[in-house]
């Protein structure tokens, strides 16, 4: 079979490292979850501030998770969609759009995220 | 060739859909945040608009769409490492891995808009 251009060998990198990034972010997320979207904003909290963000992000740990949380997403969700493309995609130059623009979304939201956290370190 | 809607091709579709849902809601979600960095009253004004009871509603969706895709993901995970790979293994773990989301859902959801019911 001929190789598309624009895909990145045989898929079976993206295919293990979607397996990887999904477990973790199993775990991520319950903790996500149970910190901003169930603690604080939950039946009991009056819902999330700048306040308590800022104060949680203080702790390092805290931070390292957010930052791993937002590059594992990232590349789990943009990779997926990647693959959901391919799938479809056939003209060469369809594909290789499809790829950098995959790229500008993940890079542009990376960006806004480390600008978001990174001065929050305490 | 006709299309068998069975089990496994059912959560496959699924499982692409929320993906594609979560993969466009993702950089929302960044953007949404990085208000932390305009300032403490914009913040506040945003999370207080997002903590309003249709918003509230939207995220038990969000949580559903969520738990379905986890679940299902951990289902593929074990069939790829060989485990349930029977026919009916497959089946067995799907409605295993949505008796688990349903469980996890209402539990989020109480937490989510259990207020707005009960009124506190």
Known sequence: ???????????????????????????????????????????????????????????????????????????HGLNGVWMVAADYLHAP?????????????????LLLGLVTLLPLAG | MMYRWRTGGVAWLLHRLSGLALAAYLPLHVWVNHHLSVGPERYDEVMRFLHTPLFRVLECGLWGVILYHALNGVRVVLIDLGIGVTLRGQKVLFWAAMVLAAVFWVWGSVGLVGSLVTGG
């Open chain 1, 93 to 109: 130059v369809l594909r290789v759009g499809a790829y950098l623009a995959l790229w500008i979304v993940g890079f542009v939201s």
């Open chain 1, 1 to 75: 079979m001929e190789r598309f251009p624009g895909s990145s060998g045989s898929g079976a990198q993206g295919w293990l490292w979607q397996r990887v990034t999904g477990v973790t972010l199993v775990v991520l997320l319950v903790g996500h979850f149970l910190l901003k979207h169930f603690g604080m904003g939950g039946s009991e909290g009056e819902g999330i501030t700048h306040a308590l963000v800022v104060a949680q992000l203080r702790n390092p740990w805290w931070m390292v998770f957010e930052l791993v949380f937002l590059v594992v997403a990232l590349w």
